[in-house]
C-alpha cells in the first residue's frame, strides 16, 4: 500500500496563479484532511472531508476551495495565489475517530 | 493563548538518556495524539490515546484526563530519535501544538 500521496511535492507559483494540489490514499478512509504548516505555528486545518461528496471549512479555509469526487482523492485549489498562502501542505486520512495517516506534504512558493 | 501547550520547545540530550516532553490543553477531548515530524518533513502518528498508558518500543505516553496533561517519553534516547514531537487533540476538530524539537547527540 502507497498510504497517503500528494501530488506535486514542490512548486513555485506567481501571484495571481492558480493550481490544485492532489491528495490520495489506498486505505479506504472516509476522512480525509487538509492542512499547512508555517514556521512557529502548529499544522492549521484547512478543510476536511467526512466523506465522497462532503467537505467542510477548516480554521483557514480562505482562499482555498476542495473536493473530494472519489473516497481516495482530495483535491485542494488555489484559485488566485498569494504570498500569504506560501507553506508546506500536508494532507491526512483517517479511518472515522482514528489515527491520522500524513502524506509527505507540498512545498509551495508563492511569488 | 493556545489551546495546546507543549514544553519544552526545544531539547538536547546525550544519548541515553531518558527524556520527557510535555503537553498541556485547555479544551474538552475525546482523545490526544502525538506525532513526530523527521528533518525531511514527514509526519508519522506515534499514539493516540484517550486515558492512561501506551507503550511503543522505547516511547511511552501517558495522559491525565482531569488534568489535561499528556506526557510523552523516551528511554534510552538515540540519534535516531532526533525530530520534532508535536502533540495534537482531538476537539471539535484536531488541534496541534507548535511541537517540541528534539535533538538527540552520540
Known amino acids: 500500500n502507497a498510504g497517503v500521496t500528494q501530488t506535486p511535492k514542490f512548486r513555485v507559483l506567481k501571484t495571481g496563479q492558480s493550481m490544485t494540489l492532489l491528495c490520495a490514499q489506498d486505505?479506504?478512509?472516509?476522512?480525509m484532511y487538509w492542512y499547512r504548516q508555517d514556521p512557529g505555528m502548529g499544522l492549521r486545518l484547512i478543510h476536511y472531508s467526512v466523506g465522497e461528496g462532503t467537505t467542510a471549512k477548516g480554521e483557514v479555509p480562505d482562499g482555498y476551495n476542495v473536493s473530494r469526487l472519489k473516497k481516495q482523492n482530495f483535491l485542494l485549489g488555489l484559485e488566485s495565489a498569494a504570498p500569504s498562502q506560501t507553506s508546506v501542505y500536508f494532507c491526512?486520512?483517517?479511518?472515522?475517530?482514528?489515527?491520522?495517516?500524513f502524506g509527505p506534504g507540498t512545498r509551495l512558493t508563492v511569488t | 493563548k493556545n489551546e495546546v501547550e507543549q514544553s519544552p520547545q526545544n531539547l538536547t540530550a546525550q544519548e541515553g538518556e531518558f527524556i520527557t516532553i510535555n503537553c498541556s490543553y485547555s479544551v474538552g477531548i475525546s482523545a490526544l495524539h502525538w506525532l513526530q515530524q523527521h528533518p525531511g518533513g514527514g509526519i508519522v502518528s506515534l499514539f493516540m490515546l484517550s486515558s492512561g498508558k501506551k507503550k511503543h518500543g522505547r516511547l511511552i505516553a501517558t495522559i491525565n484526563i482531569q488534568e489535561k496533561h499528556s506526557s510523552l517519553h523516551i528511554t534510552a534516547s538515540h540519534p535516531r530519535d532526533s525530530a520534532v514531537y508535536i502533540c495534537a487533540v482531538s476537539a471539535d476538530k484536531l488541534i496541534f501544538g507548535t511541537g517540541t524539537r528534539l535533538q538527540v547527540f552520540p
Open positions: 491526512a486520512s483517517s479511518p472515522i475517530l482514528g489515527e491520522q495517516y
Open positions: 486505505m479506504n478512509h472516509e476522512y
